[in-house]
């Protein structure tokens, strides 16, 4: 077992057996994110993207909150100023664009209240369980802001445009249990088994090929994101690669041996 803890300011960065942790860490505000929070996600993410030692990446919130979004208190700096607002905002869309587009897998862990920034965070990952009772919503339109189109996209695929439209316009906060029911989340868990849920399933995909999940990931983000294909055979491209591959050779060896696969993404 290996374990490696580092702190990042207001993100603690944790790495065990193949699955890094990502915990903002604010519990005094509900985990808030401040502006230099959001600036230092996208690199803490691209660097754990890098790390072939990682094949799960857990983004959760300290406490008994995931994160409420961003720091309000932040937004009197941002107000009629157009090189901040342009900062703020392109600093907030690289932290998501970051989630989308490493390698592995990113699993939310919302163990709290999910809302604005936080739940735009969680519509990024992967995979989303939260703990009953926590809840999400993007009321923008209560503090006059305006969420991305991509994230507008994100929400749309991921609960339909008319829930979608109902979230945005009317800035509704909504429980676990009905986020579970549109779509918006894969699971809900009483906080006694949220977090073994959530580490049960990091460690299953740690066993399986990670070239393959990350293939998944890369085909529904393109299916979801864009940008389209530009031909027919750009779309079999990973699948024939991954014939080329020792994490192939060994699955159907160890199929064929009636043993456990090792696979180590070769």
């Given amino acids: 077992m290996s374990i490696e803890s580092v702190d990042n300011g207001f993100l603690k960065i944790s790495r065990e057996d193949g699955i890094a942790t990502v915990t903002v860490n604010r519990p005094e505000s509900r985990n808030a994110m401040t502006p230099a929070m959001w600036r230092d996600m996208a690199p803490v993410l691209k660097g754990l993207g890098d790390d072939r030692g990682v094949r799960v990446i857990v983004l959760r919130g300290e406490g008994s909150g995931f994160i409420s979004g961003a720091d309000i208190r932040e937004f009197e700096g941002i107000a009629g100023e157009l090189d901040a607002a342009r900062d703020h905002v392109h600093c907030v869309e690289g932290a998501m664009e970051a989630i989308s587009e490493v390698r592995q897998p990113v699993m939310a862990m919302v163990n709290g209240h999910a809302i604005g920034g936080g ?40 609960v339909g445009p008319a829930y979608a439209q109902e979230m945005l316009m009317t800035g509704n906060v909504i429980e676990a249990d009905e986020a579970w029911r549109i779509g918006l989340v894969n699971g809900v868990f009483s906080a006694e088994a949220l977090e073994e849920h959530v580490y049960g399933v990091a460690r299953n995909m740690c066993r399986l090929a990670p070239l393959t999940i990350q293939a998944a990931k890369e085909h529904t983000r393109r299916a979801l994101l864009g940008p389209p294909l530009s031909s027919p055979e750009e779309g079999i491209a990973l699948s024939i690669n991954a014939y080329l591959t020792k994490d192939f050779k060994e699955g159907y060896t160890a199929f064929l041996e009636k043993r456990t696969p090792s696979f180590q993404g070769e």
């Fill in 119 to 158: 739940c735009e965070l969680a519509m990024a990952c992967d995979l989303r369980y939260a703990v009953r009772g926590a809840k999400f919503g993007i009321p923008a339109c209560r503090l006059g802001v305006v969420i991305s189109f991509q994230n507008t996209q994100r929400l749309m695929q991921l």
